[in-house]
């Protein structure tokens, strides 16, 4: 059985060399996961998060934190096994089945799509801060161009674009943090009357709004974690996929110490909780409250990045993620084509011109439509991270009986931290039901849902062989390969 199952595994492996070029090495590889989980959730939407829940919500942090490790960890454990470009849809498709890997692939490319509409829109919003007289799809109209361009040179120049906007925000933070521990040790700055590590709870405790507003803003912060999970994306065109990705993944937990529970410590202990309000940037608060010159102009220069960081995202995610749904056949063949530098070209242009079209409803359409096309892409990010736990339980009980090659990255603690990761995930949906400010993605998803349903239906009339199951499920790869039974012996 075992010499079995790595047949299998060489079998599968050779399915999913997809033809991409492997120029992603560790260094960017490392910093694509670093930037994944810094985005304009930490650097703009931490300010309503700490007018709801004051100090608690580094608690808030934390947590989310943990959970979304044991994501990544669950996934890491997957990409071991079989390090694919559309991961997502291919463990959809191999543990739960033909219909979870159509949802998957279009859900988390519909995902990307609708975050590099608002993205792009939101970087040709920072720029009129600078220049108001620039028209703003002008603005958004070249940066689309610019990293089109880019996304179709090469997976290289991709990935060396990802290292440098990640890089402005890792230095954003870290500078901030160095900053703030000399106010809080040293005293100087205009803060230094006013600083101090009691600040934690000095104003009504730890929870000054109750542990309740804590836990509502579970799902708030749950958001501001949303692309982690890209790195899983480049599994593909990682240069030591076996070396790369379980090193980055690693590394998750101290990013997220650093990153986000250090900064928002030292930023809580600066300025006290009340002086933050929804809608501006906790870092442009505690960068003017130090007295930095130009500190709002510092942090709409890093959002900026952000926001450009995450349509780059955006455009490499989605432009892979079609090519693997045309070679399933539930997309057009054409775009399954490579162009002579190995990037799927026809793919990208085609998520590149709906993204554009974002800026188009921006102008046409009232910003509460548009809120409402781009509010699906939420509940789409937790659909993935629920696929990524239920594949990885259905891997860890094949494996265990042997159907399937151990991972040689396995994670820790068994199935329990994955099972309880999908319960956490299921409270953030109830919390999102709760809240009237977040339940319209719980409006807009079902429609889609919808529509994908209709889509599979039609599908598997019109293109049967589409939604069988590749390489489907364990068993079904068994049945499909039977051991070879004992011959009778020749009569007479």
Same mark, same amino acid.
């Given at each position: 059985?075992?010499?079995?199952?790595?047949?299998?595994?060489?079998?599968?492996?050779?399915?999913?060399?997809?033809?991409?070029?492997?120029?992603?090495?560790?260094?960017? +590889?490392? =910093? #694509?996961? /670093? !930037?994944?989980?810094?985005? &304009?959730?930490? %650097?703009?939407? $931490?300010?309503?998060?700490? @007018?709801?829940?004051?100090?608690?919500?580094?608690?808030?942090?934390?947590?989310?934190?943990?959970?979304?490790?044991?994501?990544?960890?669950?996934?890491?454990?997957?990409?071991?096994?079989?390090?694919?470009?559309?991961?997502?849809?291919?463990?959809?498709?191999?543990?739960?089945?033909?219909?979870?890997?159509?949802?998957?692939?279009?859900?988390?490319?519909?995902?990307?799509?609708?975050?590099?509409?608002?993205?792009?829109?939101?970087?040709?919003?920072?720029?009129?801060?600078?220049?108001?007289?620039?028209?703003?799809?002008?603005?958004?109209?070249?940066?689309?161009?610019?990293?089109?361009?880019?996304?179709?040179?090469?997976?290289?120049?991709?990935?060396?674009?990802?290292?440098?906007?990640?890089?402005?925000?890792?230095?954003?933070? +870290?500078? =901030? #943090?160095? /900053? !703030?521990?000399?106010?809080? &040790?040293?005293? %100087?700055?205009? $803060?230094?009357?006013?600083? @101090?590590?009691?600040?934690?709870?000095?104003?009504?405790?730890?929870?000054?709004?109750?542990?309740?507003?804590?836990?509502?803003?579970?799902?708030?912060?749950?958001?501001?974690?949303?692309?982690?999970?890209?790195?899983?994306?480049?599994?593909?065109?990682?240069?030591?996929?076996?070396?790369?990705?379980?090193?980055?993944?690693?590394?998750?937990?101290?990013?997220?110490?650093?990153?986000?529970?250090?900064?928002?410590?030292?930023?809580?202990?600066?300025?006290?909780?009340?002086?933050?309000?929804?809608?501006?940037?906790?870092?442009?608060?505690?960068?003017?409250?130090?007295?930095?010159?130009?500190?709002?102009?510092?942090?709409?220069?890093?959002?900026?990045?952000?926001?450009?960081?995450?349509?780059?995202?955006?455009?490499?995610?989605?432009?892979? =993620?079609?090519?693997?749904?045309?070679?399933?056949?539930?997309?057009?063949?054409?775009?399954?084509?490579?162009?002579?530098?190995?990037?799927?070209?026809?793919?990208?242009?085609?998520?590149?011109?709906?993204?554009?079209?974002?800026?188009?409803?921006?102008?046409?359409?009232?910003?509460?439509?548009?809120?409402?096309?781009?509010?699906?892409?939420?509940?789409?990010?937790?659909?993935?991270?629920?696929?990524?736990?239920?594949?990885?339980?259905?891997?860890?009980?094949?494996?265990?009986?042997?159907?399937?090659?151990?991972?040689?990255?396995?994670?820790?603690?068994?199935?329990?931290?994955?099972?309880?990761?999908?319960?956490?995930?299921?409270?953030?949906?109830?919390?999102?039901?709760?809240?009237?400010?977040?339940?319209?993605?719980?409006?807009?998803?079902?429609?889609?849902?919808?529509?994908?349903?209709?889509?599979?239906?039609?599908?598997?009339?019109?293109?049967?062989?589409?939604?069988?199951?590749?390489?489907?499920?364990?068993?079904?790869?068994?049945?499909?390969?039977?051991?070879?039974?004992?011959?009778?012996?020749?009569?007479?």
């Amino acid at each position: 059985m075992a010499d079995q199952a790595q047949d299998e595994m060489t079998e599968v492996r050779s399915e999913g060399d997809e033809g991409y070029e492997r120029g992603l090495g560790s260094r960017q +590889i490392q =910093m #694509i996961a /670093i !930037g994944g989980a810094i985005g &304009t959730g930490l %650097f703009l939407g $931490a300010g309503t998060a700490i @007018s709801k829940a004051g100090p608690s919500l580094i608690l808030s942090y934390a947590v989310a934190g943990l959970v979304i490790f044991v994501i990544m960890r669950a996934l890491g454990e997957l990409l071991t096994y079989r390090p694919v470009s559309g991961s997502f849809a291919e463990y959809a498709r191999e543990f739960l089945g033909p219909f979870a890997g159509y949802v998957t692939g279009w859900t988390y490319w519909l995902f990307w799509v609708v975050t590099g509409m608002a993205e792009t829109t939101a970087a040709a919003v920072y720029v009129r801060f600078w220049a108001p007289g620039i028209p703003q799809w002008a603005s958004a109209l070249v940066f689309l161009v610019i990293l089109y361009a880019a996304n179709l040179i090469s997976v290289k120049l991709f990935g060396e674009i990802e290292f440098w906007f990640s890089m402005v925000k890792v230095t954003a933070i +870290i500078g =901030m #943090i160095l /900053i !703030g521990v000399g106010v809080l &040790t040293l005293g %100087f700055s205009d $803060a230094a009357d006013t600083a @101090s590590v009691g600040n934690l709870w000095a104003d009504g405790g730890f929870f000054p709004k109750g542990i309740g507003s804590t836990v509502m803003t579970l799902q708030i912060v749950m958001f501001a974690y949303l692309g982690v999970e890209l790195v899983g994306v480049t599994a593909g065109e990682s240069a030591e996929p076996e070396k790369n990705l379980p090193r980055a993944i690693n590394t998750l937990p101290w990013r997220i110490m650093l990153f986000y529970i250090g900064a928002l410590t030292i930023i809580l202990a600066l300025v006290p909780w009340r002086e933050f309000s929804p809608g501006v940037s906790p870092f442009v608060a505690a960068f003017g409250k130090i007295g930095i010159p130009a500190a709002a102009g510092i942090i709409n220069f890093v959002v900026l990045t952000a926001a450009l960081s995450s349509c780059n995202s955006g455009m490499y995610s989605t432009g892979r =993620m079609l090519r693997d749904l045309a070679q399933r056949g539930q997309a057009p063949g054409r775009l399954t084509a490579l162009n002579s530098r190995r990037t799927p070209a026809l793919a990208i242009t085609v998520s590149a011109l709906l993204m554009g079209l974002g800026v188009v409803l921006n102008y046409l359409v009232p910003a509460k439509a548009f809120e409402y096309i781009t509010s699906v892409a939420t509940v789409c990010g937790l659909w993935t991270w629920a696929v990524i736990l239920v594949a990885q339980l259905r891997y860890r009980r094949a494996w265990q009986r042997g159907d399937l090659p151990a991972p040689t990255f396995k994670a820790p603690g068994g199935a329990w931290p994955s099972r309880l990761a999908l319960a956490f995930l299921v409270l953030v949906v109830v919390l999102i039901a709760i809240d009237e400010d977040s339940r319209i993605s719980l409006y807009v998803f079902p429609v889609w849902a919808a529509a994908l349903v209709v889509g599979y239906q039609v599908l598997k009339r019109v293109r049967p062989q589409a939604v069988l199951a590749h390489p489907g499920p364990p068993e079904a790869r068994r049945d499909a390969h039977p051991e070879p039974r004992p011959q009778a012996a020749p009569r007479g």
